[in-house]
């Protein structure tokens, strides 16, 4: 994991396409999903959550997505709405729910110092790099990890972001290297990723012993207050773990 991760950022671009990255142990693969979020795969190591939710309060602002009179809004200030609406909703739905006791905690707590930096701004060299995890949750007594992250940079999907890669390649590095999970050999990490043009995803990332595996959703659009969508990446990052990560 270590030499995939210097092999990423040496590549300085701020997103790839598969063949850029042809020469790394990397396999990207679809994470199809139905309308209600349910997985037409076989999940590995995440089990998402099926109780329905509650509808967010529909008083909770979101600004329309276009042109604001005054103001040049990066990628990443369009796609920081989303997170920062989705955010709340989170917070509303797990508050109250036992079964949903998760703690939530800002990725440079002691839990992941020390990963290497889970965010990156460059713009120098004619490179635009601009990214940062924002939140990250662990799941009880396992080395599964889910992160929220932010990237200033509009996509589709057909490509995959730089910061996408280094936060998960991270990520993973420091769950294996805590004591607590010396037994394991797998540290999956899902990831719910959002950049612009204000648009959203989820990812699911392990390693397999030879790849770097990532599975990669079609983008949500949250150009306008689209719930069903929110629902979607809010009932993946409510879920369990599952999978064997011990044995591989």
């Known amino acids: 994991m270590k030499a995939i991760e210097k092999s990423i950022f040496k590549l ?8 850029d990255l042809e020469n790394i142990p990397i396999e990207i693969l679809p994470l199809p999903l139905d309308s209600d979020g349910e ?5 590995c190591f995440f089990d998402p959550y099926r ?15 276009g042109v604001v009179e005054g103001w040049e809004l990066s990628p990443m200030d369009w796609a920081r709405d989303v997170y920062s609406y989705l955010d709340r909703y989170i ?3 797990t508050f109250n729910d036992k079964d ?15 990963t290497g930096q889970l965010w990156e701004h460059e713009t120098s060299k004619g490179h635009h790099l601009d990214w940062r995890a924002t939140a990250g949750c662990s799941i009880p007594d396992g080395p599964q990890y889910k992160c929220m992250m932010l990237d200033d940079v509009d996509t589709d999907d ?5 910061g996408e890669l280094l936060c998960a390649c991270r990520l993973m590095i420091k769950r294996l290297s805590l004591r607590v999970h010396a037994n394991h050999m797998i540290a999956p990490v899902l990831l719910l990723s959002f950049l612009g043009p204000r648009h959203a995803r989820l990812l699911l990332a392990h390693y397999d012993g030879n790849n ?3 599975r990669k959703s079609e983008l949500f659009d949250c150009r306008e207050k689209n719930i069903p969508a929110f629902r979607v990446p809010l009932r993946w990052w409510c879920s369990s773990a599952v999978g064997d990560t011990i044995t591989g």
């Open 100 to 114: 949903l006791s998760f703690g939530q905690h800002p990725p440079h707590d002691p839990l992941t110092h020390g």
């Open 39 to 43: 997985p037409l795969f076989e999940p």
């Open 91 to 93: 917070a509303d739905v």
């Open 212 to 214: 770097l595996v990532i």
């Open 12 to 19: 300085k671009s701020a997103q790839y396409v598969p063949q």
């Open 51 to 65: 109780v329905p939710f509650q509808d967010p309060d529909p008083e909770e602002n979101y600004t329309s997505y």
């Open 158 to 162: 057909t490509r995959i972001t730089r």
